[in-house]
């Protein structure tokens, strides 16, 4: 069974909103504390965007999602969201969830994350 499941991934024009979701297995969830999204394009390394402490609520934004885009999460749904807002056609990119337990300054290192999602395309046109 799939331990990280990402939805909501889509096409929009430049300015446009999408809101990601990741659900992830209740045990995965309950045996992480960090989960986060990551997005790679065609050509590029894989880089984080947002990253949340499940517990805490304590979240953490790459330089370009800063303003942008918003993490949240739902324990209660084992579930974290990524509302994206003012699209530009820089954000294209699949977008893949990921759930670990990493110190906080490794956030947006893959290497601290030990789970995967298959990950949800994003397509934004100018």
């Known amino acids: 069974a799939q331990i990280l499941v990402e939805s909501g991934g889509g096409s929009v024009q430049t300015g446009g909103s999408l809101r990601l979701s990741c659900a992830a297995a209740?045990?995965?969830?309950?045996?992480?504390?960090?989960m986060a999204w990551f997005r790679q394009a065609p050509g590029k390394e894989r880089e984080g965007v947002a990253a949340?402490?499940?517990?805490?609520?304590?979240?953490y934004y790459s330089d370009s999602a800063k303003g942008r885009f918003t993490i949240s999460r739902d324990n209660a749904k084992n579930t974290v969201y990524l509302q994206m807002n003012s699209l530009k056609p820089e954000d294209t990119a699949m977008y893949i969830c990921?759930?670990?337990?990493?110190?906080?300054?490794?956030?947006?290192?893959?290497?601290?994350?030990?789970?995967w999602g298959q990950g949800t395309q994003v397509i934004v046109s100018s």
């Open positions: 209740a045990d995965t969830y309950s045996s992480t504390n960090f």
């Open positions: 949340i402490d499940t517990g805490g609520g304590t979240s």
């Open positions: 990921a759930a670990g337990r990493p110190h906080w300054t490794e956030s947006f290192k893959p290497r601290a994350y030990n789970y």
